[in-house]
């Protein structure tokens, strides 16, 4: 079995250099992997809605797929810029199902977004739920009922907080 | 989940129907797309979804089209209406269509998942909604009116033609022919049988109790009034209001009903405004309305107002044929209430139930069946176990009342007829010996009628 590695790429992250190491450090634990931070390798604009003034979350997720070719390796995208898909106003994140790609937004996860001062520890813990979140259906997991489950579908940044960044016990996830 | 929960989405671009499948996906969803109307149509002829989420706009056939076609093939299927473009009149005409909810795409996330949250809610709503109605068909059909006779064919007929209309009908028949069976059979056959039917016993009250058991009365209307309180009128709004034994009301509160059912309001004893409402009304009764109204007992306007649908119940000595159908349904209905194994009616006993004249009518059956069920042994229910004689037979000679040697004599006469003179038979039960019978016969003058003769030894033909 290949060892799981995780490569976390910024995508216009301003302060990555704080945020995406303690990510990184999270995600080691809750998935027993190596992980690393890489440089995006394409050209986020190709991806950017003018008429919405967001950037397409699919269409990320499908350049982000061909950075991570190797078996056993997942790419998460974390971008500071706000994301959607086509049917919907904004998402936090997006997955492909029991596959190898992810991308989450810090956008709507920071206080500031809602006008409140910015909160580092909370928009790492956001960040850390959410990352988990999308990681764990590139691992196959649906949403799940439990509220306090990570896998639990936020869809508000008040249910983010409402759950807590580990898996319930039907959803923990074979490493 | 318990069920996994499907969904359908329809619309001309690609990525939304992507982004959709997706989203619901990780939603445990069964997602199916379709990217067009003869697409979604097929796809809805080979599986059932739960909710459809459709596009407004589409090249061919539009969602507003598409929304009516699905709504004939399964109207229980939640259709949510999808567009670019909001527009208040495609809205109102998609609701009115009868489409769950309309969205203006981009929709937000925390929407669009309470949306189909309540979407699904709905669809188990529904689902709960169809059980209960089967159930209450069910129940609605499972003990009711037994007989292949053709006076009750006729009846049941005529219950047909009538339940569904609003009617007013008179159900006439003697005390125990199921008059009571028939207003509720007509009842839960009827639009309204999701409402209560209300019965109301008129001969069982003094007029006053009747009159504000019927029409309710407001806090201190009379002495003792303590509280507001609704009358059957008014509990029977959207039901039916069956009035049993309505022969029997004063003069006062025919004048009374009379103008409650021309009007269709009624005012609380001792209030000042009248409620409107809605009900059908049955009667009954067992008595001679048209003698009533002749003499003057009875309203004629009254007469005419509830004689718009009569039927007419025949008495059971009137449809012997049923009795064998009957006693059977009650034996298995009785046998299941009391828990008693109890499985047959031996050919004599119903021999016996065939020739009874029934003045109780079907109550009493119930009932004679319900009592030698009690006494009956051995799973079998008997001759002896029934509570009645035949009034055709010897047994009819057996007194009420009378002299000692007169019960003797009748009894020991009907103890030879069941037992087809056979002494020793008779002897065991009447408890003595046989020396003994031979002096009784013979001390009473009792004879082997031809008849006992004829049919000795063999069951007689029902």
Redesign the interface.
């Known amino acids: 079995m290949p060892e799981a590695r995780i490569h976390l790429v910024p995508i216009y992250l301003p302060n990555h250099s704080t945020v995406l190491p303690r990510l990184a450090e999270r995600l080691q634990k809750t998935f027993v992997a190596t992980v690393t931070i890489r440089p995006l390798g394409f050209d986020p604009e190709t991806t950017f809605d003018s008429s919405r003034g967001q950037y397409h979350a699919t269409a990320l997720l499908e350049r982000l797929l061909d950075q991570a070719r190797a078996p056993g390796t997942r790419i998460l995208g974390v971008a500071g810029v706000d994301l959607f898909i086509p049917i919907l106003t904004y998402v936090f994140g997006e997955a492909q199902l029991d596959g190898s790609a992810a991308v989450v937004s810090v956008y709507r996860l920071d206080n500031a977004h809602y006008g409140l001062s910015s909160d580092d520890k909370l928009l790492v813990d956001r960040l850390n739920k959410e990352a988990i979140h999308e990681l764990g259906h590139t691992h196959g997991l649906l949403h799940c009922q439990r509220g306090d489950c990570v896998m639990h579908s936020s869809t508000y940044v008040g249910d983010v907080d409402l759950k807590s960044a580990a898996f319930c016990s039907r959803c923990k996830p074979a490493r | ?1 318990p069920k996994q929960a499907s969904i359908l989405i329809v619309d001309d ?1 690609l ?2 129907r ?3 499948m ?2 619901f ?4 969803f069964r997602v199916a797309t379709a990217a067009n109307a003869t697409l979604a149509l097929q796809v809805l002829e080979q599986a059932s979804y739960d909710v459809v989420l459709l596009d407004i706009k589409m090249p061919g056939m539009d969602g507003m089209e598409l929304q009516s076609r699905i709504h004939a093939i399964d109207p229980k299927i939640v259709v949510i209406m ?1 567009t670019a473009f909001a527009s208040v009149d495609t809205a109102v005409r998609a609701l009115k269509q009868g489409a769950f909810d309309y969205v203006t ?6 929407e ?2 309470h949306l189909v949250g309540r979407a699904l809610k709905e669809r188990s709503l529904e689902a709960e909604n169809t059980q209960l109605r089967e159930t209450i068909a069910e129940l609605s059909s499972g003990d009711f009116i037994v007989g292949d006779s053709p006076a009750m064919q006729n009846v049941m007929g005529m219950i047909a033609q009538v339940a569904q209309t609003n009617a007013t009908v008179m159900i006439r028949g003697e005390s125990g022919t199921g008059k009571e069976l028939v207003a509720r059979t007509i009842h839960a056959n009827s639009a309204r049988k999701y409402f209560p039917i209300v019965p109301v016993n008129c001969g069982a009250l003094p007029d006053t109790l009747l009159e504000s058991e019927l029409f309710g009365h407001e806090k201190g209307a009379f002495t003792g009034a303590q509280f507001r309180r609704k009358g059957r009128l008014e509990m029977a709004d959207n039901g039916t209001l069956f009035l049993d034994e309505i022969g029997t009301i004063t003069h006062k509160m025919q004048v009374d009903l009379l103008r409650v059912l021309e009007s269709s309001e009624v005012m609380r004893l001792g209030g000042s405004h009248p409620v409107k409402l809605d009900f059908r009304v049955i009667c009954a009764t067992h008595e001679d309305l048209e003698k009533a109204v002749a003499e003057g007992r009875f309203r004629q306007d009254l007469y005419y107002r509830i004689n718009v649908f009569a039927i007419k119940l025949p008495a059971l000595r009137e449809r012997r044929g049923d009795i064998p159908t009957l006693a059977n349904h009650f034996l298995g209905r009785l046998a299941s209430e009391m828990d008693k194994r109890v499985s047959e009616i031996t050919p004599e006993a119903m021999q016996k139930l065939v020739a009874y004249e029934w003045p109780g009518n079907v109550r009493e059956l119930a009932n004679a069946i319900e009592r030698a069920m009690v006494v009956s042994r051995n799973g079998v229910v008997g001759p002896d176990d029934l509570p009645f004689s035949i009034a055709s037979g010897p047994d009819a000679a057996l007194p009420g009342t009378g002299s000692l040697a007169e019960m003797e004599k009748a009894h020991i006469a009907a103890t030879l007829v069941r037992t087809n003179w056979n002494i020793t038979q008779a002897a065991d039960v009447l408890e003595i010996d046989r020396a003994t019978l031979y002096n009784k016969i013979k001390k009473y003058g009792l004879q082997r009628s031809p008849a006992d003769v004829a049919t000795s030894g063999e069951p007689k033909p029902s």
């Open positions: 989940m671009e990525s939304v992507d982004s959709l997706h989203w996906r990780k939603d445990g999808m795409k981009p929709i937000d996330p925390d669009l998942s």
